[in-house]
């Protein structure tokens, strides 16, 4: 077996892509209510709320995945953390592309609402599909860039 799927299979992990799933679950919903808040409660551009929310949401989720889902694979000390902190925003820049991406299609390209208690709540919904779309993407580069899962 070659070591490059060694690797793969660490992150085929269904425990640690079920910690990973349930910190993004974490992300989701602080990136959901902060949007909802931002364009609900204030009449915020979706992309604009997103943006906001996005950035909750990465962070949170870089703290808990440190401490739990690699916890085993980063080195300690404040510099290799802020390192993974920053390759972390770099990596999900790519599903947070996805993510912007997918709302912006499905709030600017459809004429579709969602009205809740006489808020709108379809750039909500939308939002959330597209951090459904980044999250294997994100998955696959966090394990094996930020936190180089498999590499000694």
Partial sequence: ???GLG???????????????????????AETIVVAVLTAGYGILPQLAKAVGAEVSITLMFLINDRWTFSEAGSEGRRAVGWRYLKSHLVRAGGLFVGFAVLTALTSWTDVTLVVFGADLWPTVANAVGIGCGMVL???????????????
């Fill in 1 to 3: 077996m070659s070591r």
């Fill in 7 to 29: 690797k793969l299979e660490e992150l085929y992990s269904g425990v640690r892509f079920g910690q990973f799933a349930s910190v993004g679950a974490v992300g989701a919903t």
């Fill in 138 to 152: 994100n998955y696959l580069t966090e394990g094996l860039f930020t936190w180089r899962v498999g590499r000694e």
